[in-house]
């Protein structure tokens, strides 16, 4: 099976630009999470998607958004770049938000200059 | 609230040398308990993970962690380490039941030395 694929790996935007990152899970996994990694924070969860529904929130401003397809595929949208959004995003898949592991992607690396 | 504590940012073995990375954590209910590495420029690769049953649980490249509730611990280990074990590595929580939220700690680094 293919593993979690996101696209772009690498972007630079401008301050006060917007981005949408993408993630297509595993075939047949139905829950997408992200991560915000940054040297200072370290790993954070920012929301998560089960059957194009949010299940979970992070303590992230609302200029962090994200939606679920159909098919399980992601994005998440943020608006408004700071400075400080310059990380890396993680995004991982599961069978079933009640149980099991989490299998990550290789993450996009956003740069805001 | 859920929350992760890694001991000691970086460790330093020899090559050979056993490896010891601590975890304790902090859970109001049984926690789901997870080992995560991380290389260079690349995602989290699943080590390990303990949800219910056996303590001593047994994952990929011959690491191995034992949960052990009255110490809120669950510390990873390598009996011996090699020079491709050198990475940071990540404790994470979840809760039972929801484990589309991971809590992570704040990572380790491993580095070997020959």
């Known amino acids: 099976k293919a593993g979690v694929t996101q696209t772009p790996r690498y972007l630079i935007k401008t301050r006060g630009q917007q981005v949408t990152l993408s993630c297509s899970p595993i075939?047949?996994?139905?829950?997408v999470s992200w991560y915000q990694q940054t040297p200072g924070q370290g790993l954070q969860f920012l929301f998560e998607?089960?059957?194009?529904?949010?299940?979970n929130k992070g303590n992230f401003p609302g200029r962090f958004s994200g939606r679920q397809f159909s098919n399980s595929r992601s994005e998440m949208n943020v608006s408004t770049l700071e400075l400080g959004d310059s990380a890396l995003y993680l995004c991982?898949?599961?069978?079933?938000?009640?149980?099991?592991?989490?299998?990550f992607g290789p993450g996009t690396r956003l740069t805001v200059t | 609230a859920q929350s992760v504590t890694q001991l000691g940012s970086h460790v330093s073995v020899s090559e050979g040398a056993l490896v010891l990375l601590r975890c304790n954590y902090s859970?109001?209910?049984?926690?789901?308990l997870f080992w995560y590495v991380q290389y260079p420029n690349q995602g989290l690769q699943l080590l390990l993970k303990?949800?219910?049953?056996?303590?001593l649980v047994k994952g990929i490249n011959g690491f191995e962690a034992e949960f052990k509730k009255s110490e809120t611990s669950f510390h990873l280990t390598k009996p011996s380490a090699h020079m491709s074990d050198a990475a940071e590595y990540f404790c994470?929580?979840?809760?039972?039941?929801?484990?589309?939220?991971?809590?992570f700690g704040q990572g380790t680094t491993l580095q070997v030395k020959p």
């Open positions: 991982a898949s599961s069978l079933d938000t009640g149980k099991g592991e989490q299998y």
């Open positions: 075939s047949g996994h139905r829950s």
């Open positions: 998607y089960f059957s194009e529904t949010q299940r």
């Open positions: 859970s109001s209910v049984p926690p789901y």
């Open positions: 303990y949800t219910t049953g056996a303590t």
């Open positions: 994470a929580v979840s809760l039972f039941g929801n484990t589309g939220k991971l809590i």
